[in-house]
């Protein structure tokens, strides 16, 4: 049973563009999301999180988006440059101190 | 600051045998957790520590095992491989736990079970 959800498993996007990111969830005990950005050979770097009590936080070019009821968080990157291709997790925790990550997506940016 | 670091980078065993993978953070961190990464897959927790001396089972803990003597090292043994074990596996730690919980990972071990 998959709590954490990425549909789609692959994402293009030209540079300069806005890549959105998707993942739902199913556990409404989650009540913390995060974002890990992970390069080939390399482990997930922590990008930008999110605590259930907001519905947005943004760092610079990255914004996550929170909608408790829909149960649904996006990650928007803007402007999208090729350095930013990567495979991007969700993942959420609870008050378990453990984090529950979706399958990843692949961002692509082209020149 | 050389941050999570795991040895070895790559390992092939035959079935049946054992081995340690280290991981090793300089962060001071209490909390401490080993991942596997199948292809296609997202990460899964195997076992998790709060601190030295105190370690519990993750989503996936069978076929492995851990100990926490230090803050600093968190070793994760399997004991009898099997094909699928084959995994790249990642060590995390992290300051606490909730939700300032940021995980720092280390570069994975990628290990092949013939």
């Known amino acids: 049973d998959q709590q954490v959800k990425q549909n789609s498993p692959s994402l293009s996007v030209q540079e300069g563009r806005i890549s959105i990111l998707n993942c739902d969830y199913t556990n409404s005990m989650f009540d913390y999301f995060l974002w890990y950005k992970k390069y080939p050979a390399e482990g997930p770097t922590f990008l930008i999180s999110i605590s259930s009590i907001k519905d947005k936080n943004e760092d610079g070019r990255f914004t996550v988006f929170l909608n408790k009821s829909a149960k649904h968080l996006s990650l928007h990157i803007v402007p999208s440059q090729p350095g930013d291709s990567a495979v991007y997790f969700c993942?959420?925790?609870?008050?378990?101190?453990?984090?529950?990550f979706g399958k990843g997506t692949l961002l692509t940016v082209n020149p | 600051n050389a941050g999570v670091t795991q040895t070895p980078k790559f390992r092939i065993l035959k079935i049946g045998q054992s081995m340690t993978l280290q991981c090793t953070q300089d962060?001071?961190?209490?909390?401490m957790y080993w991942y596997r990464q199948d292809p296609g897959m997202g990460l899964k927790l195997i076992y998790y520590?709060?601190?030295?001396?105190?370690?519990d089972k993750g989503e996936v803990p069978n076929g492995y095992n851990v100990s926490r003597s230090t803050t600093e090292d968190f070793p994760l043994r399997l004991e009898l491989a099997a094909p699928s074990q084959t995994s790249v596996y990642f060590c995390?730690?992290?300051?606490?736990?909730?939700?300032?919980?940021?995980?720092?990972f280390g570069p994975g071990t990628r290990l092949t079970v013939l």
């Open positions: 962060m001071n961190h209490n909390y």
């Open positions: 995390a730690s992290s300051r606490q736990g909730g939700d300032t919980d940021t995980q720092y």
């Open positions: 993942a959420a925790g609870g008050s378990n101190y453990k984090l529950t």
């Open positions: 520590s709060v601190g030295a001396g105190i370690t």
